[in-house]
């Protein structure tokens, strides 16, 4: 008994020795790691891939930009720059500064790189001309840092900040550092805006809508040239003006859009900015805004601006305004210099 006990037992092992040979070789066979001449591609397409010290290669990646609101949709491939050069942008508003990063190309194809909106730290807490200067510096050493050239780093005062006292005296300070401070009239700024935003697909059916704080500017291209024309801005309500004047001479402005160019509206400033972060769907480029009637606004600077864009919109009956969040028109002013 004790023998056939032990034969039991060895002939059990002898079979969990076969079943675990069996299922290795099948294991293996069916879980083998690909040779090693087979690669596969990233997922980002290599974007996140380390690069080699002294050879940078670069890729343009054509961008198809996808945008949806209570209007439609909103499709467009924007082009990328071709070993494109870093230029830099401050804008002198009204409010404060925004500043922009964007490499262009010879083609004068762009792309937004770093941008910071509504600094008004130099406006409104550096009383002294050494607060000031001392403040440019650290703002103009941001951009040095990044990489842009101190020769491609330019200053812009836009139209509705030219009268400010602030403005004047970051001025004298920009000037004491080398740097020279370009004003632009309202009819420049509107059309530099159209310059940066319009794409060149939608010429013949769109019109551009900068809603600034110190003016507001309507600009469109046509066989003759670039038109723009001017009227209030969204802090009209420090003035006293009642929005039933705003609203009227707007519309009286819009009117002169011709009707061809009213299926699309490319509208950016400081108060469609508020009303496109409250529909924006993750990091997308464009927003589609909705109908004005649908916001419901607190602040006086925002009622007024959304003042503006409902007589916009129903002198024009323009169904789909879209929101660049990369274009400024200080970016248009990159782009009218030479490279």
Same mark, same amino acid.
């Given at each position: 008994m004790q023998r056939l006990?032990t ?34 591609? /990233? ?5 996140n891939a380390p690069?080699? /010290?002294t ?7 054509d ?18 720059p071709v070993?494109?050069?870093?230029k830099?942008?401050?804008?002198l508003g009204a409010?404060?500064f925004?500043?922009f990063?964007?490499r262009i ?6 792309k937004l ?6 600094n008004s730290?130099?406006?409104e ?6 607060d000031?200067?001392d403040?440019l ?7 040095l840092?990044f990489?842009?050239n101190?020769?491609d780093?330019h200053?812009?005062v ?6 400010a006292?602030?403005t004047a ?6 000037k004491?550092l080398?740097?020279f401070?370009n004003?632009? %009239?309202p009819?420049?700024e ?17 019109f ?12 469109w291209?046509t066989?003759?040239?670039l038109?723009s024309v001017? %009227?209030y ?8 003006i009642p ?11 819009a009117s002169e859009i /011709?009707?061809a ?6 509208i950016?400033?400081g108060?469609?900015f508020?009303?496109a972060k409250i ?10 805004l909705?109908a004005?009637n649908a916001?419901?606004l607190?602040s006086?600077?925002s009622?007024a601006?959304?003042n503006?864009y409902?007589?916009?919109a129903e002198?024009?009956?323009c169904q789909?305004?879209?929101f ?6 200080t ?8 490279l």
């Open positions: 006990t034969a039991g037992r060895l002939l059990i092992t002898a079979l969990v020795l076969v079943a675990l040979y069996f299922g290795f070789r099948y294991y293996t066979a069916n879980h083998a790691p690909a040779s090693t001449a087979q690669t596969t591609a /990233p997922a980002d397409g290599g974007a690069t080699g /010290p050879s940078v290669v670069t890729v343009p990646t961008t198809t930009i996808t945008a949806s609101g209570a209007s439609g949709t909103f499709t467009y491939t924007a082009k990328a070993d494109g050069k870093l830099g942008v401050v804008e409010s404060g925004n500043s990063i964007v190309d010879a083609e004068k194809r762009w790189e770093k941008a910071d909106f509504g730290l130099v406006m807490n550096m009383a002294t001309d050494t000031i200067r403040g510096k650290r703002y103009i050493g941001q951009m840092d990489g842009v101190g020769r780093i200053f812009v836009s139209s509705g900040a030219a009268k006292e602030n005296k970051i001025t004298k300070a920009l004491s080398n740097y401070v004003t632009v %009239t009819a420049e509107g059309t530099l805006g159209l310059r940066c935003v319009l794409p060149a697909e939608y010429e013949t059916s769109s551009v809508l900068d809603i600034g704080s110190g003016n507001t500017k309507i600009s291209k066989p003759q040239g038109q001017e %009227t801005g969204a802090k009209y309500f420090q003035q006293n929005d039933e004047g705003v609203f009227a001479e707007a519309q009286i402005k /011709p009707k160019l009213r299926n699309t509206c490319f950016i400033g108060v469609p508020e009303l529909g924006r769907k993750g990091k997308e480029r464009f927003t589609i909705n004005p916001y419901q607190e006086a600077k009622k601006g959304l503006i409902r007589a916009v002198a024009t009956n789909q305004f879209v660049d969040w990369d274009a400024n028109f970016i248009g002013y990159l782009l009218s210099l030479p």
